[in-house]
């Protein structure tokens, strides 16, 4: 039986070809009718991937489960709700949004990175109260 590593890498993998695969086609018509190549949103998509998947793996490097389960929760909170309420009130409209940051020219929404700190958190509660979740409602 492959190991869970395996199977969450294996489905981001996939994840990953399919959203290529999704924007390529969806793209096309957009891109030719702008003056563009008919890849240019799929080369651009790429390009993010790529990046993301630099950085993922030099955090994964660089950054030890240690120093994240030492990392006080509440101060992380903190930092993402001021974060969401900067962007809020402070932030220039993108399509009539202001949940944008701009960080040296990429727009960056603050809602995405607090929907991920949100799935650790959970993932690090479900892993430290385990026998609790899988033996009862009161975990």
């Not at 969450?8 to 891109?31: E, N, Q, R, T």
């Not at 990392?71 to 944008?100: D, V």
């Amino acid at each position: 039986m492959p190991s869970a590593r395996a199977i969450l890498l294996s489905s981001v993998g996939c994840m990953l070809v399919l959203s290529l695969l999704m924007v390529a086609s969806a793209s096309i018509p957009f891109a030719l009718s702008r003056g563009m190549t008919e890849l240019h949103f799929f080369y651009n998509q790429l390009l993010y991937m790529s990046i993301g998947l630099t950085v993922a793996a030099i955090s994964y490097r660089v950054v030890s489960l240690k120093t994240l389960y030492k990392t006080e929760t509440q101060f992380i909170l903190l930092a993402i709700t001021g974060a969401l309420l900067f962007a809020t009130l402070f932030s220039t409209p993108i399509n009539g949004s202001k949940r944008w940051l701009s960080l040296g020219g990429f727009n960056f929404q603050v809602a995405e990175l607090a929907k991920l700190v949100m799935i650790i958190f959970v993932s690090d509660f479900v892993v430290r109260r385990s026998f609790e979740v899988r033996n009862g409602w009161d975990g």
